[in-house]
């Protein structure tokens, strides 16, 4: 059975998204038409547009490859489109360009409460369907997206409050933050301040905003902690500057000085930092499984014209700690974003 055949059978069939997003493939030819003994009709071959608000930032490599192994399982195409640097209003233009274009569905990191509600619209009216990822509006939102392909980011932030509860037992903790108010990195820090604020504890919880640009994260970073040498803690919610704290921590010796630290993603200085003690966890929200099943998920509401909506999908938490960050740092595959070829991983 030809290996196109056989995944698509598994994704047709009874075995779990979850199950089929483990699954690697070689590229097959772009035809969009069924293998030989497939269930997969033949069909146009659709292209699905990513409208992200940070295409360069090596957060998204997975998410990237993710998206390239389901459309090469799928037979179907994708563009890589929108900000580089968070600009709301480059994305918005993406989006008109996609349906203008008269694409078959697209994909949007939704990191604003109002802007993408009139061009969601627009898509949707032009029979263009429409889900986010990585980040999403907010409960109550007027935007018609069909659904969410993502970390639960505030309940996240509830997460790594309890945690950082655990670490910390009283005193000032900051949480840096590089966009306040974006919508896939604000709710993460608003959970941590209501998780440490309802536990009574006598912790003074600061929020710092560092930049869109690592070094620029880095300095504030090190800048804040020089100006308050006596924090206990220092916690972040968003890759560049979780792997800034570490390398403040390393620098300043601060974890035999009994700091902590600890933030999300896994940027090979973070997982670095963990192996050798300086951060205490980070997050793994699996940034490849927010690429692939938006795909899936828009091939099939688009096979089925529209009678398989989409699912709003959680992509998970996972505390990556000194007891298994070698896991992480042994194994170099496209699921993480650190390697490219498409393997089977053993443990």
């Known amino acids: ?177 590089a966009t306040p108010g974006s919508l896939n990195l604000q709710p993460r820090i608003d959970g941590i301040h209501d998780a440490i604020k309802n536990s009574g504890k006598p912790i003074n919880f600061i929020e710092i905003a560092t930049g869109v640009a690592v070094s620029d994260e880095l300095a504030a970073v090190e800048s804040y902690y020089q100006a308050h040498p006596k924090i206990k803690g220092m916690f972040a919610v968003d890759g560049g500057s979780t792997q800034s704290i570490g390398q403040v921590i390393e620098k300043y010796h601060l974890a035999a000085k009994g700091i902590h630290g600890g933030g999300y993603d896994l940027q090979p200085i973070t997982l670095a930092q963990i192996s050798k003690g300086n951060l205490d966890f980070t997050i793994d929200q699996q940034p490849y499984l927010q690429g692939f099943l938006s795909v899936v998920q828009l091939f099939l509401y688009k096979l089925s014209g529209g009678l398989q909506q989409p699912s709003s999908t959680n992509t998970g938490l996972h505390f990556v700690t000194r007891e298994n960050v070698s896991l992480y740092l042994k194994t170099q595959t496209r699921f993480e974003g650190s390697g490219d070829k498409e393997i089977v991983v053993t443990r």
């Open 1 to 177: 059975m030809k290996r196109r055949t056989m995944l698509a059978q598994m994704a047709l069939g009874a075995t779990s998204l979850s199950a089929l997003a483990a699954a690697c493939s070689n590229p097959p030819p772009m035809s969009g038409a069924a293998s030989e003994g497939s269930k997969l009709p033949a069909h146009p071959v659709w292209k699905f547009v990513f409208v992200n608000h940070a295409m360069t930032n090596p957060f998204f490599t997975p998410t990237k490859y993710g998206i390239e192994d389901a459309c090469a399982l799928l037979g179907c195409t994708y563009q890589w489109t929108g900000s580089e640097i968070n600009k709301v209003s480059e994305m918005v233009d993406a989006m008109k360009t996609a349906i203008a274009d008269k694409v078959d569905g697209i994909a949007v990191s939704l990191v604003d409460p109002v802007a993408f509600n009139a061009v969601t619209d627009a898509a949707l009216s032009a029979g263009i369907g429409v889900l986010s990822y990585n980040g999403d509006v907010p409960p109550g939102s007027p935007n018609k997206r069909l659904a969410y392909i993502g970390q639960d980011l505030y309940q996240s932030g509830l997460q790594v409050g309890a945690h950082i509860l655990g670490l910390v037992k009283e005193g000032d903790v900051v949480g840096f933050i």
